[in-house]
């Protein structure tokens, strides 16, 4: 399919927002997306080329990179090490922030860290008597707290005018999560946790006119997931083919997998939407916002994985 729509390059020129958590996967994608919207991009994690923070993933990406795709794509893309869960540094980060430009518009909580402690899929389902305890607290520092901490610096800085957006990422719609087992005792109770956490988020800041949502992506093609295939985003499609005979054959649902892009364009629908009120305590997918505001992905699809399941 064709792509037959493409990002207003505007639509968020002067608009200042902060990504927590954007080194990676959905992170870097809404910083990208933000970024060919026009917005300035505050590109925070704890992967960088300057200060090496304790990260829960080897891998090679970096906040850095991450501000240069932003600049590339014709936003102000700005890097700034973090871990989030450590309060003086995103004390630090909002105090930054506030002298260099006095207000955010948009916040998204994207910090994660978790997929390694969660494990691949036959470690799923293991009871809770099962699970080790640390790796379990640790999910849910890592999805709860990094959120309340980085929200309690930064929200400050989004009251003193109406229009803020904050936008919790997680796993699975408040719908979904309600009828459905999530992988383990601590996955659950994380990615239910941040769906409530963007209704609780969004009754304390209506008084602001403000907005928060909780936004879950469908398959993603994070960087993790396209090396678990051993394809890249360009060739994507290769793993579902059955007789590829160089790497693993995904499974057929995979053929409604999204870019990264595909739920950062999500975020900057809602951050350019002057009604973006409406949506305040949502709990919604990328798939529906598509359907609402009709962007699309990269190739001009608009996937919905959450629809097979």
């Known amino acids: 399919m064709a792509e037959s729509w493409s990002p207003n390059v505007d639509a968020l020129r002067g608009r200042v927002a902060v990504v927590a958590g954007a080194?990676?996967?959905?992170?870097?994608?809404?910083?990208?997306?933000?970024?060919?919207?026009?917005?300035?991009?505050?590109?925070?994690?704890?992967?960088?080329?300057?200060?090496?923070?304790?990260?829960?993933?080897?891998?090679?990406?970096?906040?850095?990179?991450?501000?240069?795709?932003?600049?590339?794509?014709?936003?102000?893309?700005?890097?700034?090490?973090?871990?989030?869960?450590?309060?003086?540094?995103?004390?630090?980060?909002?105090?930054?922030?506030?002298?260099?430009?006095?207000?955010?518009?948009?916040?998204?909580?994207?910090?994660?860290?978790?997929?390694?402690?969660?494990?691949?899929p036959p470690q799923w389902n293991t009871p809770l008597w099962e699970l080790d305890l640390d790796d379990g607290f640790r999910i849910l520092r890592l999805a709860i707290d990094t959120h309340i901490v980085t929200s309690h610096h930064l929200l400050p800085l989004m009251i003193d005018r109406p229009g803020g957006l904050v936008v919790e990422?997680?796993?699975?719609?408040?719908?979904?999560?309600?009828?459905?087992?999530?992988?383990?005792?601590?996955?659950?109770?994380?990615?239910?946790a941040v769906n409530r956490l963007a209704f609780s988020?969004?009754?304390?800041?209506?008084?602001?006119?403000?907005t928060a949502v909780a936004l879950t992506p469908g398959w993603m093609r994070s960087e993790m997931m396209l090396e678990a295939f051993g394809v890249e985003e360009s060739s994507w499609r290769k793993a579902l083919d059955p007789t590829r005979g160089d790497g693993p054959t995904a499974p057929?649902?995979?053929?409604?997998?999204?870019?990264?892009r595909f739920v950062g364009r999500g975020v900057a629908a809602l951050a350019a939407d002057p009604q973006r009120a409406?949506?305040?305590?949502?709990?919604?997918?990328?798939?529906?916002?598509a359907s609402e505001y009709?962007?699309?992905?990269?190739?001009?699809?608009?996937?919905?994985a959450w629809a097979d399941m």
Not at 89 to 103: K, M, P, S, Y
Not at 169 to 192: C, H, P, Q, W
């Open 201 to 210: 988020q969004g009754h304390e800041l209506a008084q602001f006119e403000g």
């Open 23 to 120: 080194t990676r996967g959905a992170g870097r994608g809404i910083a990208a997306a933000l970024g060919e919207a026009g917005a300035t991009v505050v590109c925070t994690g704890r992967s960088s080329s300057v200060t090496r923070l304790k990260s829960d993933y080897d891998r090679p990406e970096t906040i850095e990179e991450t501000a240069e795709l932003v600049t590339s794509l014709g936003g102000v893309g700005i890097a700034v090490p973090v871990d989030h869960l450590e309060s003086d540094q995103v004390a630090a980060l909002a105090e930054r922030v506030r002298t260099d430009f006095g207000h955010i518009d948009i916040l998204v909580n994207d910090i994660w860290g978790g997929e390694v402690l969660k494990g691949p």
């Open 278 to 289: 409406r949506w305040n305590q949502s709990s919604v997918t990328v798939a529906r916002l």
């Open 252 to 260: 057929p649902g995979f053929a409604q997998s999204e870019s990264t």
């Open 169 to 192: 990422m997680t796993d699975g719609t408040t719908e979904y999560n309600a009828s459905k087992y999530r992988i383990s005792v601590f996955y659950d109770l994380a990615k239910t």
């Open 294 to 304: 009709g962007f699309t992905d990269l190739d001009g699809t608009q996937p919905d």
